[in-house]
T-cell receptor, first 114, second 113 residues
């Protein structure tokens, strides 16, 4: 069964450092997402991406965050200058069609900011 | 903004009993309601979903019901097994917000053998 793969599985970084989280969506999917889950809390939407552009973003997705699809395969989330409160699980998801459709999630990248 | 409330936050049942998890949503235009199961250290996995033109959907031991008038939907798991133990999230898709999913707070289900 096709999977969304994410790397790294766990990253520890110092406050103020830049972090890049990587995702390889399912190959025929066109819509890509990043979600965040702070420990013990709900899964929160960060950003959606289609046709090399951001489609929607939440209030959480401020100027410190950026996304790109550099090579037609990887989908990355960059946090420019990490803060303690960025510590969370970051999930990438993808779907084939627009509208209300099934999202397939990756296993997540755990980010710990010290 | 869009909001999804989920209850209970924890649920403990004996193996073989049924489990019911309930969610309410804020936007009457919402049209897609998936349920995800999250096991420790893994990402959310879709277990069942329902669209707004259907009132009930069943897949073996799992069923979901939707009441559009009341804006609530529920997950029913019958004959629970220890491997059903996980965190379950409901979600709703809001057309006025780009169809992104908004998740409920999650329910930790513990099935005791």
């Amino acid at each position: 069964e096709p999977e969304v793969t994410q790397t790294p599985s766990h990253q520890v970084t110092q406050m103020g450092q830049e972090v890049i989280l990587r995702c390889v969506p399912i190959s025929n999917h066109l819509y890509f997402y990043w979600y965040r889950q702070i420990l013990g809390q709900k899964v929160e939407f960060l950003v959606s991406f289609y046709n090399n552009e951001i489609s929607e973003k939440s209030e959480i997705f401020d100027d410190q965050f950026s996304v790109e699809r550099p090579d037609g395969s990887n989908f990355t989330l960059k946090i420019r200058s990490t803060k303690l409160e960025d510590s969370a699980m970051y999930f990438c998801a993808s779907t084939q069609f627009s509208g209300a459709n099934v999202l397939t999630f990756g296993a997540g990248s755990r980010l710990t900011v010290l | 903004g869009e909001n999804v409330e989920q209850h209970p936050s924890t649920l403990s049942v004996q193996e073989g009993d049924s489990a019911v998890i309930k969610c309410t949503y804020s936007d009457s235009a919402s049209n897609y309601f998936p349920w995800y199961k999250q096991e420790l250290g893994k990402g959310p996995q879709l277990i069942i979903d329902i669209r707004s033109n259907v009132g009930e959907k069943k897949d073996q031991r799992i069923a979901v019901t939707l009441n559009k008038t009341a804006k609530h939907f529920s997950l029913h798991i019958t004959e629970t097994q220890p491997e059903d133990s996980a965190v379950y999230f409901c979600a709703a898709s809001f057309p006025n917000a780009g169809n992104m999913l908004t998740f409920g707070g999650g329910t930790r289900l513990m099935v005791k053998p």
